[in-house]
């Protein structure tokens, strides 16, 4: 199996910055894509950003410009810079990777246990 251990969540004033960090683990033969979700109270969980292995990466309208999203695949890691926080960008992040595991045939959608970031003053 696959775990994915977030860190990196807080408290910051806006205008502020954090850096999230995602390290998996486990039997895994490959890793494709990675990436950050948010959910907030009450609302639905969205995409925020995701890098494939290859480094080509997506963002959401929100927050582009202003997060960057990168990985280290040799430590099965992916990061995210976030600058210039918004009260909005408060929200549970969750990090996600689409995996081979080890003598499996199948890809599959892995998940954190999520990372709280609250942006106010």
């Known amino acids: 199996q696959v775990q994915l251990v977030e860190s990196g969540g807080g408290l910051v004033q806006p205008g502020g910055s954090l850096r999230l960090s995602c390290a998996a683990s486990?039997?895994?033969?490959?890793?494709?894509?990675m990436g950050w979700y948010r959910q907030a109270p009450g609302k639905q969980r969205e995409l925020v950003a995701a890098?494939?292995?290859?480094?080509?990466?997506n963002y959401a309208d929100s927050v582009k410009g202003r997060f960057t999203i990168s990985r280290d695949n040799a430590k099965n890691t992916v990061y995210l810079q976030m600058n210039s926080l918004k009260p909005e960008d408060t929200a549970v992040y969750y990090c996600?990777?689409?995996?081979?595991?080890?003598?499996?045939?199948?890809?599959?959608?892995?998940w954190g246990q999520g990372t709280q970031v609250t942006v106010s003053s």
């Open positions: 486990g039997s895994i033969a490959r890793i494709y894509t």
């Open positions: 996600n990777a689409d995996a081979l595991l080890r003598g499996s045939y199948s890809r599959r959608d892995f």
């Open positions: 890098i494939t292995s290859g480094g080509a990466t």
